[in-house]
């Protein structure tokens, strides 16, 4: 069984900075790209950023130059260093993650519990 479990988000003043981490754990074939994604109370699910499994990212508009994913593949993790944080950035940010399971050989995407990020002074 496959499990994304995330850490690292709380409250935070304007400006501050957080560090979200995620690791896949389980009995694990392969891990391909991996991301975050953020739920404010009242709106849609949205990308944030993601990044492949060889490295190469992909952020939303509104945190390029703020925000920076990475991972470790031999960990299967991913984090994202939030810099310059703004009110707007307070969310659930949820870990998501293509998988191949052992079990199945069959790739499919996989979602973390949720980490909640506040902004506020």
């Known amino acids: 069984q496959v499990q994304l479990v995330e850490s690292g988000g709380g409250l935070v003043q304007p400006g501050g900075s957080l560090r979200l981490s995620c690791a896949a754990s389980?009995?694990?074939?392969?891990?391909?790209?991996m991301g975050w994604y953020r739920q404010a109370p009242g709106k849609q699910r949205e990308l944030v950023a993601t990044i492949r499994s060889g490295g190469s990212p992909n952020y939303a508009d509104s945190v390029k130059g703020r925000f920076t994913i990475s991972r470790d593949n031999a960990k299967n993790t991913v984090y994202l260093q939030m810099n310059s944080l703004k009110p707007e950035d307070t969310a659930v940010y949820y870990c998501h993650a293509d998988v191949t399971p052992l079990a199945t050989m069959a790739r499919r995407g996989y979602w973390g519990q949720g980490t909640q990020v506040t902004v506020s002074s």
């Open positions: 389980g009995s694990i074939f392969s891990v391909n790209a």
